[in-house]
């Protein structure tokens, strides 16, 4: 383990920038820790991102179920526009699991992508449930690649399997797929979403890069 961010998700508005301050301490205190941003549709957004880019922010998060936002909402606009110039990764759940919300899916994510295509999305969950849909927006976008948080653990698999015949696909994409975990905040043990990442007949140079060197290229580590 040699780096990890911190999650944070405001869930209305006035949170985002305190959030920002927190998670910019908590980087500054902790050298393993990626200094992370996030953001909600509100006004002065764009300012307090650009505020968090400035400091040093490596990689924001957005997670559209929790903050119940449509990712092209217009105040959003000019801050993707923003994080797409400066090439910084973005952690986006936007899937439909573990629970559907009101803009979750892949759609909301392919028309943002239509109007910024340079963005650097990291899709929580490989967007379970619509696994191939976000594999086609990696495979149409080089710029989005998929974690693998919760996906194809004995837990995931008896909701929401991985279904088997996109494994070609899963292996061609295999530089962009990363390692997550949302530990320990899951109901398996930490070893098991490794473990679970063995049975996907993929070879040890795609288990090398998903474990480690994909996300050293992404974050420059």
């Known amino acids: 383990m040699r780096a990890f961010t911190s999650m944070v998700y405001p869930h209305k508005p006035g949170m985002a920038a305190w959030l920002n301050e927190w998670a910019a301490g908590f980087a500054a205190r902790t050298p393993d820790c990626l200094h992370t941003a996030t953001f909600f549709p509100e006004p002065g957004v764009e300012e307090y991102v650009g505020a968090a880019l400035d400091g040093g922010a490596r990689v924001v998060t957005s997670h559209v179920q929790v903050g119940a936002y449509d990712p092209g909402d ?59 849909d976000f594999l086609g927006l990696a495979e149409r976008y080089e710029g989005v690649h998929l974690d693998t948080t919760m996906a194809f653990t004995d837990f995931s698999e008896a909701h929401w399997p991985f279904p088997p015949e996109e494994r070609g696909r899963l292996g061609a994409l295999g530089d962009r797929v990363l390692f997550g975990s949302d530990f320990p905040n899951i109901p398996y043990g930490y070893g098991h979403a490794l473990e679970a990442l063995t049975r996907l007949d993929q070879d040890d140079d795609w288990l090398r890069g998903v474990c480690h060197g994909n996300a050293a290229r992404l974050f420059g580590l």
């Open 74 to 132: 217009a105040l959003l606009d000019p801050v993707w526009g923003m994080l797409a110039e400066a090439g910084t990764p973005i952690v986006i759940h936007c899937g439909s699991g573990p629970a559907p919300g009101k803009h979750t899916g892949p759609e909301p994510v392919a028309r943002l992508l239509a109007r910024h295509p340079r963005l650097r999305l990291v899709v929580a969950h490989m967007g379970l449930p619509e696994y191939a």
